[in-house]
């Protein structure tokens, strides 16, 4: 199997080496690599993958990705495409427990990578463009498209905010009856093994953190970390913007309410989660791979070894609920999509994305510099037109575009 989709895993490597700008971005670099440059899906497909997976808890574009590989290759190749994808990111961020005294903190954030916001804005401009023929074609269409944007820009962030709009949009084109598929097709049987194991894992992993609790076992706080970061991958919307106030709250303010009760609970330092939230934004692939840093964080006073722990048990608790529930749902998507009223909603659904890509791209271009006049402000522009340009019209690499903007970033 992997010397079969040796191409396609190779494509995934890149990518997740090159992934930066977060989620929104994530899914136009998806759409350059894996459709315009070699067509593993259709847009109209990978369009319907990220409605779908904005629909559950998780990493979105990591679940978007995990379906891809699921599409190729089956259950097999979804795993080994989410390992390829996680694993990058994850060592980088585990390593940064072990080298956080040895940062410099006021330094995150600029150097190389103040070019990657820009580049991203690019990507998703270029996205936006690439998925609208596909998507508005009709006057109800621009509506739910424009209507999407606006809500998206006014409440970016808000966990609830684009799930609404997706299930807004598909009612509001269930409302025609014209469009419906041309064949009806028998619904297949649902396989539950995983949506079992996800609920068995949730099930044991609380009572197991409680019981540890209770009885005070003396190594518990291993277990206390892993039930945290599943629940938390397990119950968390809108990405890592969301994830990331949740660990705050858990590791950082929580934990002193009820240090008395419970003094064996996961802690965090208030700076070095900090620290962590900003290292993340500057480390290509997944924004979740943040639960690899504070795993090790988490369990850096109980040695080495522990603290290496420490970050895989984030990086298994954070992710494996994403990759039981959407290799799960999605068979179950599959079917229902052929039924009328589902297959009507996609046509809203794939327009509302659309406007959700265009939102995001103002709200990243809200933070760059275009007003003042100086040499940086252009140097802005340019990354965006220019990245917009060599998507749309050349076949170079997403990969080499992000290269070509870190050192950018370094000589400028």
Not at 2 to 24: C, D, K
Not at 141 to 170: C, D, E, H, N, R
Not at 173 to 192: D, G, Y
Not at 339 to 360: K, P, Q
């Amino acid at each position: 199997m992997l010397l079969r989709h040796s191409h396609f895993l190779r494509a995934v490597f890149l990518h997740s080496i090159s992934a930066f700008g977060g989620p929104q971005a994530h899914i136009a670099m998806m759409l350059k690599t894996f459709v315009k440059q070699t067509p593993y899906i259709t847009e109209q497909e990978l369009m319907e993958y990220n409605a779908f997976c904005q629909l559950l808890p998780g990493a979105s574009s990591t679940q978007t990705l995990t379906l891809i590989g699921y599409k190729r290759g089956g259950v097999p190749l979804a795993v080994v495409t989410l390992l390829i994808w996680i694993l990058p990111a994850c060592i980088l961020m585990g390593a940064f427990s072990f080298f956080l005294p040895y940062i410099d903190r006021k330094g995150l954030g600029t150097d190389i990578f103040k070019f990657i916001p820009p580049m991203a804005a690019g990507f998703l401009f270029y996205a936006s463009v690439a998925a609208f023929p596909y998507a508005i074609k009709n006057l109800i269409t621009w509506v739910i498209m424009i209507f999407g944007a606006g809500i998206t820009y006014l409440l970016f962030g808000q966990p609830w905010a684009i799930p609404a709009l997706i299930v807004a949009s598909g009612l509001v084109t269930n409302l025609s009856r014209k469009r419906i598929p041309q064949v009806e097709q028998v619904p297949r049987k649902i396989k539950w093994w995983n949506f079992w194991m996800f609920g068995i894992i949730f099930i044991i992993a609380g009572i197991t953190s409680e019981t540890a609790r209770k009885n005070d076992w003396p190594h518990r706080k291993p277990i206390n970390l892993f039930e945290n970061s599943y629940r938390m991958g397990s119950l968390v919307f809108g990405g890592g913007q969301v994830l990331m106030p949740m660990m705050y709250e858990q590791w950082s303010i929580h934990p002193e309410a009820i240090k008395k009760r419970n003094p064996g609970a996961v802690q965090i330092n208030e700076k070095d989660l900090y620290t962590g939230m900003g290292i993340v934004r500057a480390v290509p692939g997944p924004v979740f791979s943040i639960a690899s840093f504070a795993g090790g964080m988490a369990l850096k006073d109980m040695g080495t070894e522990m603290q290496i722990l420490g970050c895989i048990i984030g990086m298994i608790g954070i992710f494996l609920p994403s990759a039981l529930l959407v290799l799960f749902f999605f068979p179950i998507w599959n079917n229902l999509k052929k039924y009328a009223a589902v297959y009507r909603s996609l046509e809203g659904i794939n327009a509302v994305v659309v406007g959700i890509m265009v939102a995001s791209t103002f709200y990243i271009m809200r933070d760059i510099s275009f007003t003042e006049f100086a040499t940086l402000s252009f140097v802005n522009m340019g990354v965006i037109l220019g990245t917009f340009l060599l998507l749309n019209f050349t076949k170079i690499p997403s990969p080499v575009i992000v290269l070509a903007c870190i050192t950018l970033g370094y000589f400028l």
